[in-house]
C-alpha cells in the first residue's frame, strides 16, 4: 500500500480546519491542524494530532492549548498557521483564559493537558476541556486537499 494513496483516500473524508495556540517561551505558537476531533463528555477531551515534524510538537508537551475552529472567511489565516505566513497579519489575537487565542473564530475551546500517546509518525495530545465558546457562522472546511464550505443548516 502506498502512503500518498493513502493520504489521498483519507482526503476524502471533510474536516473542519483549526489553528491550536499554546503560551511557551514568553510568546504565542499557532498551527493548523484538521486532524481534532471530540473524544469524551465526561470527562469533556479533546484530541488533536501532531506531526512529529512540526516546530510546535514541544510547544504542546505538558502544556494547556486553545483550539481556534475557524470560519469560512478564515482561509489566509489556516494558510499563515500552515506555514505560508501573511503579511499583514489575516487575524487579531485576542485573551482567553489559557492564553492568546483567534478573534472572531467559529469556537474556542480551552484545554489543559491530559495525556499524550504515541501515533506513530504523529502524537495524538488529549486535552481536558476547561472553557469554551462558540458562534453562529459558517465552518471552513478541507476536502480533497483543498479549502471549500458549506451552508449550515
Not at 59 to 72: A, M, S, T
Not at 106 to 132: R, S, T
Request: proline letters at 4%; charged letters at 25%.
Amino acid at each position: 500500500m502506498d502512503p500518498k494513496d493513502f493520504r489521498h483516500c483519507m482526503g476524502r473524508f471533510a474536516t473542519g480546519v483549526t489553528v491550536v495556540t499554546s503560551e511557551a517561551d514568553n510568546r504565542t505558537h499557532g498551527f493548523t491542524v484538521n486532524s481534532f476531533t471530540s473524544v469524551s463528555l465526561d470527562p469533556m477531551l479533546i484530541l488533536v494530532s501532531v506531526d512529529r515534524s512540526t516546530t510546535a510538537l514541544d510547544v504542546l508537551k505538558d502544556n494547556r492549548f486553545i483550539v481556534n475552529v475557524l470560519k469560512e472567511d478564515q482561509k489566509e489565516t489556516a494558510l499563515h498557521f500552515a506555514g505560508k505566513t501573511q503579511d499583514p497579519l489575516p487575524f487579531t489575537w485576542e485573551e482567553g483564559k489559557r492564553g492568546c487565542r483567534i478573534k472572531d473564530a467559529l469556537a474556542h475551546i480551552e484545554c489543559e493537558p491530559w495525556a499524550a500517546y504515541d501515533g506513530g509518525d504523529h502524537v495524538l495530545y488529549l486535552g481536558e476541556v476547561k472553557d469554551f465558546q462558540y458562534q453562529s457562522g459558517n465552518p471552513l472546511l478541507y476536502f480533497c486537499g483543498s479549502f471549500s464550505h458549506v451552508a449550515a443548516t
